[in-house]
């Protein structure tokens, strides 16, 4: 089993080099992958950088180049729902292209012809970690998750996607993960931990919590890896 562990920001995956210790680099489309063998299984653990374009190559290359057959997906976002708090997990039932927009020609935010608004997760991969998190009374929150190459720091703009895509939370490359994973037959799962509630005071509520909130992500990721190795056993 070759599973991939995907962030958008090196601090999304220190914490995961740094629990994994040992692993190989390599270099390719101007990016580093670090591979490493855990318990029977190979990882290939790699940051995009920030924005759908730079995550659909990342993912794209874990699968085609490195033979990925699972996508797990670790960062921040930013709070849509009012409920959720900087630290919450929140998983992604969903996901959708905030910021897709071929409206005038009468087709919904988010659609393209052939295309849907919304790409669905992996159901196993939830199902996973509902049972990582009942076991270690952890509080996940699924939501819809909407994607843009935004960072958005506007109550309007995030009410807007709120009533648009009936989303909880927000960030800047699921959508695209979600997109590739779908088209190559490859199960994933997005999972983000709140930095910022997506209003005047995101920039600065995400430089100061982006690395806890990264790590409180990668913990839990940690944890699903250990259940998916178990359950290949
Ligand atoms: N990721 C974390 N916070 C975000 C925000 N406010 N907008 C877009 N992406 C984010």
Same mark, same amino acid.
């Given at each position: 089993m070759k599973i991939a562990i995907m962030g958008a920001m090196p601090e999304e995956i220190e914490p995961l080099l740094e629990y994994f210790g040992k692993y190989k680099t #390599?270099?390719? @489309? !101007?990016?580093?992958?670090?591979?490493?063998?855990?318990?029977?299984? *190979?990882?290939? %653990? &790699?940051?995009?950088?920030?924005?759908?374009?730079n995550a659909t190559i990342t993912a794209t290359t874990l699968i085609e180049k490195f033979g990925c057959e699972k996508?797990?997906?670790?960062?921040?976002a930013g709070?849509?729902?009012?409920?959720?708090?900087?630290?919450?997990?929140?998983?992604?039932?969903?996901?959708s292209q905030h910021d897709l927009d071929i409206t005038a020609f009468?087709?919904?935010?988010?659609?393209?012809?052939?295309g849907s608004v919304y790409e669905e997760?992996?159901?196993?991969? #939830?199902?996973? @970690? !509902?049972?990582?998190?009942?076991?270690?009374?952890?509080?996940?929150? *699924?939501?819809? %998750? &909407?994607?843009?190459?935004?960072?958005?720091c506007e109550v309007e703009k995030k009410d807007?996607?709120?009533?648009?895509f009936d989303a909880g939370a927000l960030e800047m490359e699921g959508a695209a993960v979600a997109l590739v994973c779908n088209a190559l037959d490859v199960p994933f799962f997005i999972l983000r931990s709140i930095s910022d509630a997506a209003d005047m005071d995101a920039s600065f509520s995400f430089d100061e919590f982006l690395e806890s909130s990264a790590k409180i992500s990668a913990k839990f990721i940690i944890s699903m890896i250990e259940s998916i190795i178990d359950k290949t056993k």
């Open positions: #390599i270099e390719y @489309a !101007k990016n580093k992958f670090y591979t490493l063998d855990y318990k029977g299984s *190979e990882i290939v %653990i &790699a940051y995009s950088k920030i924005g759908k374009v996508l797990l997906f670790s960062g921040v709070a849509i729902a009012s409920s959720l708090k900087v630290g919450d997990l929140v998983i992604a039932t969903k996901l009468g087709h919904p935010y988010g659609y393209v012809p052939e997760a992996d159901k196993e991969l #939830i199902k996973i @970690a !509902k049972s990582v998190a009942l076991k270690e009374g952890i509080e996940l929150i *699924e939501t819809i %998750i &909407a994607t843009g190459d935004q960072f958005i807007w996607i709120q009533k648009t």
